[in-house]
């Protein structure tokens, strides 16, 4: 999968890009991340990439021209008239699991970064295919919301986490939080894992950790587990959790 990020900022990505996971996918080939300066893109002295909002008010807006001009580059080098192009904005979709399998089976991904009062709403008019936020709250640039973006497609890639990795059970891969996870060492300061864990009982250590994945969802999000279809066993291992807990 190839990802050309338009940003105003590419010196934040530096972290994200070579570090943990990603580095090691970009490493192995399993990801092309390019980063583009919106203001190589702009063709005056002083390369400006900003100008005051028409009809007045506070901030910049981000002038449309280089941002087109990047994404029609980046169309012409891939040999492609369109590619999915997706502006971050806190006006867009929002952002989870789902819209995170879906970008991730795209071949080519383009993300506009905005910054100071947003972009020029031609860009979302006519030039993004998507506008994803975050979350409802207001960053002062995309680059933190692609970074979101990006890391969560690029673990769900094939190859990227290794076989040893399960992500079925992981937190909204099936519409459920995921159960509480321990390590060593069995008691810390006065504090038990849970026996079962401990146990070797592998039938009983899948039990526990549905019913708690099942609880926990409930407790938490009702919101989620009101959409997830549960099974007649789940149903009695949530009574039965709910049971244990009152
Ligand atoms: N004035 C804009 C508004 O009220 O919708 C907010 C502009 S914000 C300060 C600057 C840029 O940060 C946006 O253009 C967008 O690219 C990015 N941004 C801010 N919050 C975001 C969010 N929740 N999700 C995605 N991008 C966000």
């Excluded at 080939?29 to 002083?46: E, N, P, Q, S």
């Excluded at 990439?49 to 021209?65: F, Q, T, W």
């Excluded at 970064?113 to 972009?119: A, K, L, N, P, R």
Aim: glycine share 8%; proline share 5%; net charge negative.
């Amino acid at each position: 999968m190839r990802i050309d990020i338009l940003t105003l900022f590419p010196e934040m990505f530096a972290g994200l890009l070579s570090c943990s996971i990603m580095g090691r996918a970009r490493e192995r080939g399993l990801v092309d991340i390019r980063l583009h300066d919106i203001r190589d893109y702009t063709h005056d002295k002083h390369h400006v990439v900003d100008d005051y909002p028409y009809g007045g008010g506070a901030g910049m807006v981000l002038k449309p021209e280089p941002i087109f001009e990047a994404v029609e580059l980046v169309g012409k080098e891939l040999g492609l008239s369109a590619v999915p192009t997706i502006l971050l904005t806190p006006q867009g979709r929002l952002f989870n699991q789902e819209i995170a399998r879906e970008l991730a089976g795209y071949q080519h991904l383009i993300l506009i970064c905005g910054h100071y009062e947003g972009v020029d709403e031609r860009v979302a008019e006519h030039l993004a295919s998507d506008e994803i936020s975050i979350g409802d709250y207001v960053l002062s640039g995309g680059e933190v919301a692609a970074m979101a973006v990006v890391d969560c497609v690029v673990r769900l890639l094939p190859g990227v986490l290794g076989s040893e990795v399960s992500l079925d059970e992981d937190s909204h891969i099936e519409g459920l939080l995921e159960y509480p996870q321990y390590t060593r060492p069995p008691m810390y300061r006065g504090l038990a894992a849970p026996s079962i864990l401990l146990s070797g009982d592998h039938a009983g250590i899948a039990r526990w950790r549905r019913q708690q994945s099942l609880l926990r969802t409930a407790k938490r999000r009702p919101d989620l587990i009101e959409k997830v279809v549960l099974s007649q066993e789940d149903k009695k291992l949530l009574s039965e959790a709910f049971e244990i807990k009152s």
